[in-house]
């Protein structure tokens, strides 16, 4: 980052952009790339300043709070090449396979304990196809539900089908983590054995059923600023309820293990960005951010975030629960623990296209 800038077109131009965002909720992409590309510190706490004004104006002053149980671990047969628990690179991530419901149910508590409104199952494979998988898959969820103490989420990777997709909402599912992780042009470079594509006909699976969705991405694969922005927008085509912003925490023996870290400023500058294109969703500081944002952290949502992930991450440490909340009370924020399950929201209409 350079010197402070003193540049008051900059100033008023940010103050123009954050007053649109507030009164009509858009800003386009050429905006959205000058906001990207501003480098110095003054600029930027502007920007921040802005966001956590449309974060106020939208989202108010409850922050969500989720967390997440690795359901079945590593061996993964698909490349992704930040991932800890692909079957493609040597990692010292634990292995194992779909796990019975005793630690789902100590996940839940220990979430209700927290005052954590939701709990993701996640598992590393593929995706879910018809078959016993599936039903074990759903008497989790279905016990999650009945249970009550939190909201019953997942993130089970590639739905192939509607009735998969229906399956799980029938279970009781109310959200699914199914994040597009980056820009469709940097995406290939980033996996090989899925497409874009599937990953937007997932999420149409979703909608069609009903589902809420949570899909964001992942920043410092050594995507450019463009592929950045180009996520936001392709993300608010498809216009999700809740936007995971996680950061790469490199991991040895993956091929993204010496990827450059990225500064903080720019991470929150990101951030905000994410809140000015996505002003009504939940913008979710999710995994990486204690390695990457560090003391910066509560900055996060001055920069427009509106929920994080508590809890250990799938593979790596989080900071401590309590800490966290502390973080949130010392900012005057409040959270909010489970109130019981919604009615079951109408199927939306699937996507128009492609992003
Ligand atoms: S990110 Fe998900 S799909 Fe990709 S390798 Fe990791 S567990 Fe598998």
């Not at 979430?111 to 409104?117: E, K, L, P, W």
């Not at 199952?121 to 103490?149: F, Q, S, T, Y």
């Not at 592929?227 to 809740?242: G, N, S, T, W, Y």
């Not at 991991?251 to 009504?280: E, M, S």
């Amino acid at each position: 980052m350079s010197a402070p800038s003193l540049d008051a077109n900059h100033h008023d131009r940010i103050a123009d952009l954050g007053r649109r965002v507030l009164a009509s909720g858009e800003i386009t992409r050429e905006e959205v790339l000058w906001l990207l590309d501003l480098d110095s510190n003054a600029d930027i706490f502007d920007l921040l300043s802005w966001a956590n004004r449309v974060r106020e104006h939208f989202k108010g002053n409850k922050i969500h709070l989720c967390s997440i149980v690795n359901a079945k671990a590593g061996g993964c047969s698909e490349d992704c090449k930040f991932c800890a628990q692909s079957a493609f690179y040597q990692t010292e991530a634990p292995r194992y396979g779909f796990v019975d419901p005793k630690p789902v149910r100590a996940a839940s508590a220990e979430a209700q304990r927290n005052g954590v409104t939701a709990l993701g199952l996640v598992a590393a494979w593929k995706g879910l196809n018809e078959g016993p998988m599936l039903d074990e898959v759903c008497e989790r969820i279905a016990e999650l539900a009945r249970d009550g103490k939190v909201r019953p989420d997942a993130a089970l990777g590639l739905i192939k089908s509607q009735a998969v997709a229906d399956r799980l909402r029938a279970a009781g599912l109310a959200c699914y983590n199914h994040n597009l992780e980056t820009s469709r042009r940097f995406f290939p470079q980033q996996c090989s054995t899925h497409t874009y594509d599937d990953r937007l006909q997932t999420i149409r699976h979703l909608k069609a059923a009903g589902i809420r969705v949570c899909s964001g991405g992942i920043l410092g694969l050594g995507e450019t600023r463009a592929d950045r922005c180009d996520l936001m927008f392709a993300l608010k085509e498809v216009a999700p309820d809740f936007v995971p912003v996680n950061v790469l925490n490199p991991i040895p023996g993956t091929p993204f293990a010496d990827n450059p870290p990225l500064p903080p400023l720019a991470i929150l500058q990101t951030v905000a960005c994410f809140r000015l294109v996505l002003p009504q969703a939940n913008i979710l500081l999710a995994g990486g951010r204690a390695v990457n944002l560090r003391d910066l952290q509560s900055l996060g949502f001055m920069a427009g975030a509106s929920a994080l992930m508590v809890g250990n991450y799938l593979t790596t440490l989080n900071q401590p629960v309590e800490k966290d909340l502390q973080m949130l009370r010392d900012l005057g924020l409040e959270w909010d623990g489970y109130q019981g399950m919604s009615e079951p929201a109408a199927a939306t209409p699937a996507l128009a296209s492609a992003a």
